[in-house]
């Protein structure tokens, strides 16, 4: 039928005009977010989880087309480097001025969260934070920047961190690409939505605390933050441990710790490759000196993670020193 035809033309018409001017619409109203942590991002606290830009089950997708991700997930996780590190009170900031539409625990996923709506549509929302340390109250107008809690472990969460959402009209997006999760990852296309439109380092995975000790050391011990790191240590001490916590391990990422003497000898290493996907992972390793002292002077331990991203490796790591001395004064 003639007419039918027309229509569907006229609709064609007007759904490419709309993919037309799509993106200038979306860049003109796009918000300008502060990070929601006041932290140090690689330092106290580590990027853990993205938004998950693939809408198909089973599939995941963060703003690098990779896996830091879980599949369907809505939020930007903010991950402080172990249990004990809660009693830090690292603090949670609103990331655009606003109001607050709700404060309190809520229950569910969530715990206590904060939720503030901003211009044009756009929410922010703060989950798993700190009962005791809720600042604001809902309808109190906030600043960009102003302390909403603290990071904690409220609601359904297994270690402290920050979920923080944004979302536009009820739609999700992802501050790190300033994209829909409808609309997917395009290396191509990232505008992020931070201040100054620039992402910190893509971290495939992360060593967020090591150090060395001496004795073994205990999993849950590296878990809570528990463990004795020393700078300078005697030289009889037989047993030398260098330890670890690592974080968003994925299977095939390959790992490396190495102890070097202050030559630059390779003392002791260990190897080993991921078998499946593992988000928080303690490990250590003891090097032994049987009838003899070790020689004085610095020792470093080297600890490294690689993952294949896009075809290329990324490694992330840390390095950390002991000092061995025949007297020891311990700082």
């Known amino acids: 039928m003639p007419w039918y035809n027309g229509l569907m033309v006229k609709l064609c018409q007007i759904i490419l005009l709309l993919l037309t001017f799509t993106p200038f619409i979306k860049t003109a109203q796009a918000i300008e977010l502060q990070f929601p942590v006041a932290c140090q991002i690689m330092g106290n606290c580590w990027i853990s989880n993205h938004v998950d830009l693939n809408d198909s089950i089973g599939q995941i997708s963060d703003y690098k087309c990779e896996n830091k991700a879980t599949d369907n997930n809505k939020s930007t996780h903010i991950t402080l480097n172990s249990m004990n590190a809660i009693t830090n009170n690292v603090p949670v900031v609103a990331s655009a001025d606003g109001v607050v539409d709700f404060a309190g625990n809520g229950g569910g996923f969530c715990g206590t969260r904060v939720t503030i709506s901003h211009d044009k549509g756009w929410k922010t929302n703060y989950c798993h934070l700190d009962t005791k340390n809720l600042s604001v109250r809902e309808g109190q107008q906030v600043k960009s920047g102003q302390i909403l809690s603290s990071i904690g472990m409220t609601g359904q969460t297994q270690w402290p961190h920050l979920s923080f959402s944004v979302t536009r009209n009820g739609m999700v997006f992802d501050p790190f690409s300033g994209r829909s999760t409808i609309e997917g990852c395009a290396l191509s296309a990232e505008k992020p939505l931070w201040i100054g439109g620039k992402n910190p380092p893509y971290e495939p995975a992360a060593v967020i605390n090591a150090g060395f000790t001496v004795g073994y050391v205990k999993n849950q011990d590296i878990i809570n933050g528990a463990v004795q790191s020393a700078t300078i240590i005697d030289a009889k001490t037989p047993q030398l441990s260098l330890w670890s916590m ?38 250590y390793f003891s090097t032994l000196k049987k009838g003899f002292l070790w020689n004085a002077g610095q020792y470093k331990g080297i600890i490294k993670i690689t993952r294949d991203v896009n075809g290329k490796p990324i490694t992330s790591g840390r390095i950390v020193q002991i000092r061995m001395v025949d007297r020891p004064k311990y700082n």
């Not at 690592?246 to 190495?258: A, K, P, S, T």
């Not at 630059?264 to 190897?271: A, Q, T």
């Open 246 to 283: 690592m974080m968003n391990l994925r299977e095939g990422d390959e790992i490396e710790m190495v102890v070097q003497t202050p030559s630059g000898r390779v003392l002791n290493e260990v190897k080993q490759t991921i078998e499946s996907n593992i988000d928080y992972y303690p490990i």
